[in-house]
């Protein structure tokens, strides 16, 4: 992009999304009951997400808006099936509520004062037994504050990318297992790191896993992330094990990609196992 000039685009749309509501979208789509925990500031982008909620059948009961404050805004650049992100994180105070009453918590990426929800919700994790995933964002992994890692001892569920898995377990390899064990020293119970193209590798209980990439076509990448662990999430909550749960997050991950935006091709569970028994030629294998 050249400084200074105006650029004609094919197209504009503007979608409420960030990890949180899309993985609570995701999830629900494929049965289960999701509710979304966040802050936004009182504008249109509170307004379209309680709409996109509402529409979804998300619990939207522990959205808060703050009076005078912004929500955070990105602006994605689609160009050849690659996005790239320009974001915006409004600071904002995190509370974490009383009464969560759930199986599964989900944390997303977060913007800046998260330390004290990190640490509220380990604490929290450790009293009340729930299950907890976490898909840590860009600002948490520039800091790598010593919060972060003390959540991570309390994960049931860590799923990164590959150069966000080096960032993490301060290592450069291209040996997955190594980093798959690196990340799984830190705490968590199953370790999942993704590498677009070339699929996702995880562990358990000593075991390790690669799933590759599900075929389909490619238009935009915007939301895989979030639909891939939408799809490793509603899994578990089916009470499948890691291999299906793998190949759930590829089947999501690849459907969404066909679309433009995180959501239009989120899967519903029939849709899902619909594509998987096609796909015959299909396999999660062990490393």
């Known amino acids: 992009l050249k400084y200074g000039e105006k650029i004609p685009v094919d197209s504009a749309r503007l ?21 979304l925990e966040t802050v936004m500031g009182e504008d249109m982008t509170a307004i379209l997400t309680r709409e996109l909620l509402s529409r979804e059948g998300v619990n939207a009961s522990h959205l808060h808006t703050v009076r005078g404050a912004k929500s955070s805004f990105s602006a994605i650049l689609n160009f050849e099936g690659e996005s790239t992100i320009l974001a915006v994180h409004e600071p904002h105070a995190y509370a974490l509520h009383q009464q969560l009453g759930t199986t599964w918590v989900f944390v997303g990426e977060m913007g800046k004062g998260y330390e004290g929800f990190y640490r509220k919700l380990a604490r929290r ?8 995933a976490l898909n840590p964002g860009a600002i948490q992994l520039e800091d790598l504050n010593p919060s972060l890692y003390e959540l991570i001892t309390q994960t049931d569920l860590l799923i990164v990318n590959k150069a966000e898995a ?27 790191v993704t590498r677009g193209q070339k699929g996702a590798y995880a562990t358990e209980d000593g075991t390790a896993w690669h799933a590759p990439m599900f075929p389909g076509r490619r238009v935009e990448t ?47 569970k029939s849709e899902l196992e619909t594509r998987l028994s096609k796909m015959k030629t299909y396999r999660v294998q062990p490393l």
């Open 15 to 35: 979608l409420p999304a960030g990890s949180a509501a899309n993985v609570a979208i995701g999830v629900k789509r494929l049965g289960k009951k999701s509710c």
């Open 125 to 132: 994790k450790k009293r009340d037994g729930f299950r907890l």
């Open 166 to 192: 080096e960032r993490l377990a301060l290592v450069e390899s291209d040996d997955v297992g190594h980093i798959l064990r690196k990340l799984q020293d830190l705490g968590s119970q199953t370790v999942i």
């Open 222 to 268: 915007t939301g895989a992330g979030d639909a891939f662990t939408s799809g490793v999430l509603g899994a578990f909550m089916h009470k499948y094990d890691l291999k299906t749960a793998l190949a759930w997050g590829s089947a999501n991950s690849a459907s969404v990609v066909g679309y433009v935006g995180a959501h239009e091709g989120l899967l519903k």
